[in-house]
């Protein structure tokens, strides 16, 4: 698969002194995103990636930024998002994850695997951008929407909220 927004680094060109790169997704490869990843639309997508060699791999720490309208999960009306991101990934050889699991800490940055000679600035934008949507985003109006449909709050369903409003009934015929 051809990511839609490639932005290769060839590892040659990665040396332990730092090298800034600034890269945008260009409409073509925006529409080809906002359709991977479910979007109505992504006005912009931009990053600033600082990239260094360093012992355990390749780092690139740098900020994500995007103009995305998604669709509310509710009334499936249009929501403009707007994502700001800050990111630290370690790029990896793929044949050094093979087998293994990696857990990350809180503290630790996040590993992308890459093949042949390049790292995919482009991708990790991407990708970066696509883990900061909301999977359930709502429109100002959702709440009441869900509530003229009779569907409950959380706090309201379940067993707590039967208990709820037994508590509540109790109470009122004690008065």
Known sequence: MTPEFARPLRLDAIGEREQTIAIAAAAAERAALAKRFGLIAIATLTADFTVR?????????????????????????????TIEDDVAI??????????????LG???????????????????????????????????DAEAVLRAAGVLREEEAGPFGALAGLKAK???SAD
């Not at 060699?53 to 669709?71: D, F, L, P, S």
């Not at 809180?106 to 600035?121: S, W």
Request: net charge negative; glycine share 8%; hydrophobic share 45%.
């Open 106 to 140: 809180e503290t630790e940055c996040d590993t992308m695997f890459y093949e042949g000679g390049a790292i995919d600035l482009g991708e990790a934008a991407a990708e970066t951008m696509a883990l900061a949507l909301d999977p359930y985003p709502r429109a100002p």
């Open 90 to 103: 370690r790029f990896l050889p793929a044949d050094s994850a093979a087998g293994e699991e990696i857990e």
């Open 170 to 172: 109790l109470g009122k």
């Open 53 to 81: 060699r360093e012992a355990a791999g390749i780092m690139a720490r740098g900020h994500v930024a995007a103009a995305v309208t998604q669709t509310c999960a509710v009334t499936e009306a249009s929501l403009p998002t």
